[in-house]
C-alpha cells in the first residue's frame, strides 16, 4: 500500500501505509487469485479505477524496494522504475512512434528503452518509454494532442 500512496521503502510511515491511503482517499479489497506456476510469490494484480478511468496492472515486489510490473490491460511490460518511464496507449496508425520519438527529442529526452506492442493492425497499441530525464508536461501535452492516442501517463523514476 505504501507504495500506491508515494511512500519509499525506508519510509517510516510504512507502519501507518493503510490510514494514510485511506486518509488520501483510496479505496481497496484483497482477493486471492490464481497467478501461474510461473508468477513471482509476490506477484499481485491492480485493478485501478479513477472517474472514468480504468486500468489493470500486474507486477511483483522484488525486494529491497524494487518492483517490476510485467503487464498493464493485458499487453506485456518489462518496468522497474529505473527509469522516468511514459506509458501511452494509441489507435496503430503508420507513424505513431516516429511522432512520440521527434516530441521526444525535441524536448531534450534521451530515450533509454522503448516497447510497442499491440493486439492487431490498426488497434490497440501499448508504447513503453524509458528516459533517462523526467518527461516535462509540455512533451506530455504534444503527444496527447495527437487524435490516436488514447491515453498517456508519465511514471517518475523510482530506483
Known sequence: MGGLIGLAPDDMRLREAYDEAKAAGLEWSFDEVELGD???????????ERGDDRLVVRGASLGGGRVEVSEIDGFPVALGGDYHTVV???HDEPGTIACVATIMAGHRVNLATMRVDRTGRHQDAMMT???DEPVNEAALAAIRGFPWLRWARAVPKIA
Do not use: G, M
Not at 38 to 48: D, G, Q, S, V
Open 129 to 131: 518509454i524509458e528516459a
Open 38 to 48: 510461473e508468477a513471482h510469490p509476490n506477484t499481485a494484480i491492480f485493478h485501478l
Open 88 to 90: 501511452l496507449l494509441a
